[in-house]
């Protein structure tokens, strides 16, 4: 059988995005165009899926009040669901964006109960999970969850054969890699914070990559916001940097970006194709407003533009 992609937000939002022509302090700012959108980093990864014609399943806590609103925001866009009901409402994230400036307000989300918490095991462990299937978690943790939880999910569903891959930052990450997931996907910024170091030379990551690959996990993805991403593996050293674009909002591009890889690798694509498509895909969101993904065929075109170089020598990161 085909193998299924199941995507975990345990944080996920609503996301809303003001336009506004300028920012301006201690003055009226007036707004031109709303946005809202479902959020999440699990569930942008399954709305990206559905742009590429790829199905998955998307796990996620469902708020009381506002959950009926979130899950009318996901029919519309055919994205399949695992509900937790919980008490309180999913978090809502306020994006000010103007052509100089964006201010970006989130909420810390809902305190999780331990009985919401143990329904979330109860549900997972009970999925018809197969051999090959992928799990993906992404995202911050709401209140009431330990930083550990992504490392406890790989530890209680490696029973399965399924691959695991972790999109995380500081923490959760850290406690992450200590159970060796298939593949993990922070951005610089993130990475930082995992290790309590600032990253300024391409040496010191290109160490700090290999170093994670000798602890056991196959596959670092970095991404490097429009300086592209990087690829390494215990026999790859590739980077790929996006063609430009209209720019219109960053945010989402990471969670494209590892959506875009995954439809590739789980397609028996080699590394260096997975990697070119994936930051076609994150260049393409870019070019979408709020957290709205973008369209195949503008991944397609898109696509040309990408090359990908091995051992990139004098790669700027910041």
């Known amino acids: 059988m085909t193998p299924l992609i199941y995507t975990i937000s345990l944080n996920s939002s609503i996301d809303f995005s003001f336009y506004l022509d300028n920012i301006i302090d201690e003055d009226v700012n007036r707004i031109k165009k709303i946005k809202v959108d479902p959020g999440g980093k699990g569930i942008n990864i399954s709305r990206m899926l559905k742009k590429l014609g790829e199905n998955s399943i998307a796990i996620t806590f469902l708020g009381k009040e506002n959950g009926k609103f979130y899950k009318n925001l996901l029919k519309k866009e055919k994205i399949k669901i695992i509900p937790i009901p919980i008490k309180d409402n999913l978090r809502n994230i306020y994006n000010f964006i103007s052509k100089e400036k964006v201010l970006r307000f989130n909420e810390k989300g809902p305190l ?3 009985q919401e918490l143990n329904k979330f095991w109860e549900i997972l462990l009970n999925l018809n999970f197969k051999k090959g299937d992928f799990i993906v978690m992404s995202g911050s943790i709401p209140p009431g969850i330990k930083n550990n939880i992504y490392a406890e999910i790989i530890k209680k ?6 691959f695991h891959i972790v999109d995380a930052d500081g923490n959760v990450l850290k406690e992450s890699i200590k159970e060796k997931p298939l593949i993990i996907k922070p951005n610089l910024n993130e990475l930082e914070r995992c290790f309590g170091i600032k990253i300024e030379k391409f040496e010191t990551l290109k160490n700090i990559c290999i170093s994670l ?18 690829l390494t593996t215990k026999q790859n050293l590739l980077y790929s940097k996006p063609p430009e674009v209209d720019f219109k909002s960053s945010i989402g591009c990471g969670d494209a970006f590892l959506s875009g890889f995954l439809y590739e690798l789980k397609n028996r694509k080699n590394y260096e194709e997975c990697l070119r498509f994936a930051v076609a895909c994150g260049a393409a969101k870019a070019e979408k407003e709020g957290t709205e993904m973008p369209s195949f065929s503008k991944i397609k075109k898109l696509l040309k533009y990408v090359e990908v170089y091995e051992n990139p020598l004098n790669l700027i990161l910041s």
């Open 112 to 114: 999780i109960s331990k």
């Open 157 to 162: 569903t490696r029973k399965f054969k399924v």
């Open 213 to 230: 690959i000798n602890s056991g996990i196959h596959i670092i993805l970095i991404t490097l916001g429009k300086n592209g991403a990087i």
